[in-house]
């Protein structure tokens, strides 16, 4: 079993930058893919962004050119580095793991998220106008 720990969410003003961190403990294969989603209350939740064991990334549109996602596999760690946020990417943030064997940058590119199967508690970031 995995347990994910998310660390980082806070409030900051538009333009503001904030930094997530997520640490894995756990049987922690390294086919793993990491990657972060988010929900705004009443809403489905999304996934934002998704790395695989070789650094391939993939990103949601709404936040290309503005997110990061890094990782430091020996540490089972990932980060998803936030810039120029808005009002619009307040929302509870989770970090994921997806444990498929076919999970990919390029994989996420084409099909999307919706293989993240492990989630942490949560943080939250709100963003001001």
């Known amino acids: 079993q995995e347990y994910l720990t998310e660390t980082g969410g806070g409030s900051v003003q538009s333009g503001g930058s904030l930094r997530l961190s997520c640490v894995a403990s756990?049987?922690?294969?390294?086919?793993?893919?990491f990657g972060w989603s988010r929900q705004v209350p009443g809403k489905e939740r999304e996934g934002v962004a998704g790395?695989?064991?070789?650094?391939?990334?993939a990103y949601a549109d709404a936040v290309k050119g503005r997110f990061t996602i890094s990782q430091d596999r020996s540490k089972n760690t990932w980060y998803l580095e936030m810039n120029d946020l808005k009002p619009e990417d307040t929302a509870i943030y989770y970090c994921?793991?997806?444990?498929?064997?076919?999970?990919?940058?390029?994989?996420?590119?084409?099909?999307?998220?919706?293989?993240?199967?492990?989630w942490g508690q949560g943080t939250q970031v709100a963003v001001s106008s």
């Open positions: 994921a793991l997806d444990r498929t064997s076919f999970c990919s940058g390029v994989y996420y590119r084409t099909h999307g998220f919706s293989d993240f199967g492990v």
């Open positions: 756990g049987t922690i294969y390294k086919s793993y893919c």
């Open positions: 790395i695989d064991i070789d650094g391939n990334t």
